[in-house]
């Protein structure tokens, strides 16, 4: 480069240029200013540079890539402005990624004709987004995430071609607290992320308007309620609310035939989930302390069931979740009743881990293709029921207290996690951790034979020779030193 910059044939080579990436490090020498010619340029990187929006080498040397397709500034700290980008009548992609000094954006940014993508991650300084970036009518992609807005402008709803637009873990955002109605403009919008957007309180009704949209994450907000006209996003694949601490009540949802996954998580005032729309792929609800009523009727179609730490549900009927595959009520402390179990031929997972209070599951003989049952901290458990017809691979009974001895099971890897324990044990001894129900019940069930020899020993040690209590453990180490 250097080289070049003084002319002659190796300027000639550069002329053919397609792709700069110019990497500085502290003590690397400052890109050249002069004497460089880059007419077929498609894509610079400049990333981490020092360089100015008044740097020589803007108008001396990258002005003449009139072909230029990407612009790469990611952490050009000392930007206050983006440089004059006029002459860049072609650029697709411009990146301004944690540009952390960056005040505002020069005008020439509206004569952008042709940019699909606009990247204002982490621009902690960036207050405003000025109104020429309503004149950017081809941009698809908007990303404003961390960084300091105060607010969407009105002028949003003009860019008819936007495909993507993220506000995500905007902390800085803390006088956004509605979105302009404008927005139900951006008809060809298919993802919207506004979460945590601390401040944000509510939602405009015109968001039902955006037909296209598939994804809408509203995450970390302090939402009250979301608007019926959520019901009319007819193309909706995924919905996504974690941390709502101030939503209490959900609008209907069985309209949106098309939404595939629905994830709740710490919604700690919500008290009952509606009827769901029969489509649904995947349902995940976690940590929502007040919930008590879950409808899960006609759910076919679901896959995925996950409900974990919901502390007031007691039960949970899943007779018409006949296409099942897993099925996670982990830490539900209260939970006491499953139902429809019996019936689920599909299941192939099933987690009840930490369900304190329960004490019987229904008979598992039906559910022909399970092969990873979890009851981990059952306390309460008594029975496990049809488990002798199933060809398990993962069986995990630690710490179930109450559980009394089952028909004995084949199957080689039904035990694999105490195996793998032992496989972990120093090699200078044949020590195996193991909670003494777990123990208990393997010597009850006679079924030594089927683990390997080390695992063989442990057991046996655990009843004809010396055993020891583990410190800060509910369990025990079988062996000698």
């Known amino acids: ?63 003449t890539a009139k072909r230029l397709l990407v612009l790469d500034l990611i952490e050009c700290k000392g930007l206050r402005c983006n440089p004059d980008l006029s002459a860049f009548t072609q650029l697709k992609v411009l990146s301004l990624h944690s540009c952390e000094g960056l005040e505002h954006l020069h005008p020439s940014i509206g004569k952008l004709k042709s940019l699909v993508s606009l990247e204002l991650i982490a621009c902690l300084s960036l207050k405003e987004l000025p109104e020429e970036v309503g004149e950017l009518k081809d941009l698809e992609v908007l990303v404003l995430g961390v960084s300091g807005f105060t607010e969407i402008p009105m002028f949003i709803g003009s860019l008819r071609k936007l495909k993507k637009l993220s506000a995500y873990f905007s902390d800085y955002c803390k006088s956004l607290r509605k979105i302009p109605r404008s927005i139900g403009d951006l008809q060809n919008l298919q993802h919207l992320d506004l979460s945590y957007c601390e401040s944000l309180r509510e939602i405009p009704s015109s968001i039902g308007d955006l037909q296209n949209l598939q994804h809408l994450k509203l995450s970390g907000s302090e939402i009250e309620r979301l608007p019926s ?35 709740l998580r710490k919604c700690h005032l919500l008290e009952d989930v509606p009827e769901l729309p029969s489509r649904l792929l995947k349902l995940c609800i976690e940590e929502c302390g007040k919930l008590i009523l879950l409808k899960l009727d006609g759910l076919k179609n679901l896959q995925e069931f996950s409900i974990k730490k919901c502390s007031s549900i007691k039960r949970l009927d899943l007779s018409q979740l006949s296409g099942l595959k897993q099925l996670c009520a982990a830490n539900c402390n209260k939970l006491v009743e499953i139902q429809g179990l019996d019936s689920a031929k599909f299941l192939e997972k099933l987690d009840f881990r930490g369900c304190k209070s329960m004490e019987m599951l229904p008979n598992l003989t039906g559910c022909e293709k399970l092969r990873s049952l979890n009851v981990r901290h059952c306390k309460k458990l008594t029975q496990l029921r049809g488990l002798e017809k199933l060809d398990l691979i993962d069986l995990d009974i630690s710490s179930c207290d109450s559980l009394e001895p089952i028909p004995k099971l084949f199957g080689k890897h039904v035990f694999t996690k105490f195996q793998e324990q032992a496989m972990r044990a120093n090699s200078e001894t044949t020590h195996v951790f193991l909670t003494e129900s777990c123990l208990m019940w393997l010597h009850s069930n006679d079924i030594t034979p089927e683990l390997d020899e080390a695992l063989q020993r442990e057991i046996q040690a655990a ?17 000698q030193e």
């Open 229 to 263: 006209a959520i019901g009319d996003l007819s193309s909706l694949q995924g919905l996504y609310l974690y941390g709502c601490d101030k939503l209490r009540s959900l609008p209907q949802l069985s309209s949106l035939i098309h939404i595939k996954e629905f994830h």
């Open 1 to 63: 480069m250097r080289a070049a910059s003084s002319g002659g044939s190796s300027n000639e080579l550069l002329s053919e240029v397609r792709w700069l990436s110019w990497e500085f490090g502290e003590d690397d020498p400052p890109l050249p200013t002069t004497g460089l010619h880059l007419p077929n340029l498609s894509v610079l990187e400049l990333s981490g540079s020092k360089i100015t929006e008044d740097w020589e080498g803007w108008r001396s040397t990258f002005m």
């Open 463 to 479: 009843f004809h020779g010396t055993r020891r209590k583990s410190p800060n453990t509910t369990g025990w180490r079988y062996g």
